[in-house]
């Protein structure tokens, strides 16, 4: 009887991380108050700042180009975990058996591809073009004048702090010796660690 309410204790404490990860829509690292300010900063600059004469026009430019660019990777990682958080709810999975989180190899991934495809954008003329059809259509809305400008790839310098950021919302990646521990085999030997073949 008293040994039983250390082990209740222990279980709710190690089931705690995974209870609360299940709460909301796992995309954290994008509803946080860096990306939002970030987002409320490429908002005014984009419908205010720029052509106002308030700041430079060289000054407008790039603070879209910083602010847009840092919140991109964070974006393409809370869309694509959202997805699989709906499809699993849509399968009736338990969000706990999933392990749908942002990881450091997703970080790094979109990183890796809105890094690349915003150096194309500023620096292939038909990446341009097909960008702001995309944005066009996607997000009407949204559009935005955009230019071919190497000179904006300075901008790429945000991406070692996005990762900094980003990396707090992080958890490892499940390995792949962790998925047997849960078999039946595995279930049946824990119950009973003492038992033995005859």
Not at 49 to 76: E, R
Not at 177 to 184: A, E, R, V
Request: with cysteine; charged share 15%; net charge positive.
């Amino acid at each position: 009887m008293g040994g039983s309410v250390p082990d209740s204790a222990s279980n709710s404490a190690t089931a705690l991380p995974a209870a609360s990860g299940s709460r909301g829509l796992p995309c954290r690292e994008l509803v946080s108050p860096i990306p939002l300010s970030a987002l409320a900063v490429l908002f005014v600059n984009d419908h205010f700042l720029k052509g106002a004469s308030l700041l430079p026009g060289v000054l407008t430019g790039k603070l879209s180009d910083f602010a847009g660019l840092f919140c991109l990777p964070l974006l393409l990682t809370a869309v694509f975990n959202c997805s699989r958080w709906l499809l699993s709810r849509s399968f009736r999975m338990k969000f706990e058996e999933t392990g749908i989180a942002l990881t450091r190899r997703q970080l790094v991934a979109a990183i890796s591809i809105a890094g690349a495809g915003f150096a194309l954008v500023k620096m292939i003329p038909a990446a341009t073009a097909a960008y702001v059809a995309a944005v066009s259509w996607l997000a009407p809305w949204a559009a935005h004048h955009v230019v071919t400008d190497p000179t904006d790839l300075v901008a790429l310098a945000v991406l070692p702090f996005n990762y900094w950021y980003g990396q707090s919302f992080a958890s490892p990646a499940p390995s792949r010796g962790s998925k047997p521990k849960n078999d039946i085999i595995g279930k049946v030997f824990q119950q009973d660690p003492n038992r033995r073949t005859t």
